[in-house]
């Protein structure tokens, strides 16, 4: 029996990454934290593709606007250089465990092999340094409309189907044209690295999510090669 007796928590992306590019439908967000507050139901981000500037906003939450009760991260976090995640939650949460634990037990234990590995955590620092010092977040925030423009001017091509976007990510999904689901896909990424273009396919579902860095003379670049490739497709 599915209720709110039998379920611990909703685990969701605020905007799917990997599934290519699905933002989500106007309120849905809101309507799901409006659902776990009236069922005693956690609430948790999954912001590993989200987080850290990539929706023009420091994580996905802030974009919608809905606080989750508990925030995973990673990616951006450092950039990719060290890996590393994290994991926040509310207050209340964190002494929910902390006072059923140990009277002097570690607090929020989180018990893993690397844990707080000095190599990841240092990349993290400076990171966030870098975050602050050159503004990515709000460079991300300003770029974003003109990475919207570029990518859907290739909406014209015959072998494109649809084009999603949100803040600096976005999809271009590719018809199938008879083939199996995800081949044309694969044959696009494969054609575009050839083309010095390194880019991930869902699918049949070319993911673009260039750089806080990136200017526009990077965006052109882009989209200009994706035009030359699937102008062939």
Same mark, same amino acid.
């Given at each position: 029996?599915? =209720?709110?007796?039998?379920?611990?928590?909703?685990?969701?992306? +605020?905007?799917?990454?990997?599934? #290519?590019?699905?933002?989500?439908? @106007?309120? &849905?967000?809101?309507?799901?934290?409006?659902?776990?507050?009236?069922?005693?139901?956690?609430?948790?981000?999954?912001?590993?593709?989200?987080?850290?500037?990539? !929706? =023009?906003?420091?994580?996905?939450?802030?974009?919608?606007?809905?606080?989750?009760?508990? !925030?995973?991260?990673?990616?951006?976090?450092?950039?990719?250089?060290?890996?590393?995640?994290?994991?926040?939650?509310?207050?209340?949460?964190?002494?929910?465990?902390?006072?059923? =634990? +140990?009277? @002097?037990?570690?607090?929020?234990?989180? =018990?893993?092999?690397?844990?707080?590995?000095?190599?990841?955590?240092?990349? #993290?620092?400076?990171? !966030?340094?870098?975050?602050?010092?050159?503004?990515?977040?709000?460079?991300?925030?300003?770029?974003?409309? &003109?990475?919207?423009?570029?990518?859907?001017?290739?909406?014209?091509? +015959?072998?494109?189907?649809?084009?999603?976007?949100? %803040? !600096?990510?976005?999809?271009?999904?590719?018809?199938?044209?008879?083939?199996?689901? %995800?081949?044309?896909?694969?044959?696009?990424? @494969?054609?575009?690295?050839?083309?010095?273009?390194?880019?991930?396919?869902? #699918?049949?579902?070319?993911?673009?999510?260039?750089?806080?860095?990136?200017?526009?003379?990077?965006?052109?670049?882009?989209?200009?090669?994706?035009?030359?490739?699937?102008?062939?497709?």
């Amino acid at each position: 029996m599915v =209720g709110g007796d039998n379920i611990a928590a909703v685990f969701v992306e +605020p905007a799917a990454g990997s599934f #290519g590019c699905l933002p989500p439908p @106007k309120g &849905y967000l809101d309507r799901i934290r409006e659902i776990c507050d009236a069922n005693g139901i956690l609430l948790v981000f999954d912001e590993v593709i989200t987080g850290w500037g990539r !929706m =023009g906003a420091p994580f996905g939450a802030q974009k919608f606007g809905v606080t989750p009760d508990i !925030m995973t991260m990673a990616k951006a976090i450092t950039n990719g250089a060290q890996p590393l995640g994290a994991v926040v939650a509310r207050q209340d949460i964190y002494d929910t465990i902390t006072d059923a =634990g +140990p009277a @002097k037990g570690i607090e929020f234990f989180h =018990g893993y092999t690397y844990s707080a590995h000095p190599a990841s955590c240092a990349a #993290g620092l400076a990171m !966030m340094d870098l975050f602050e010092k050159e503004d990515l977040i709000g460079r991300s925030a300003a770029m974003a409309p &003109y990475f919207e423009q570029a990518v859907h001017s290739l909406r014209d091509l +015959p072998c494109v189907v649809d084009i999603r976007n949100i %803040g !600096m990510m976005a999809a271009v999904e590719l018809s199938t044209a008879g083939q199996n689901p %995800g081949a044309r896909g694969h044959e696009a990424q @494969k054609a575009l690295y050839d083309a010095n273009l390194n880019l991930k396919s869902t #699918g049949d579902s070319l993911i673009l999510a260039p750089p806080f860095i990136a200017e526009k003379a990077h965006i052109d670049r882009i989209t200009d090669t994706i035009r030359k490739v699937l102008s062939k497709f």
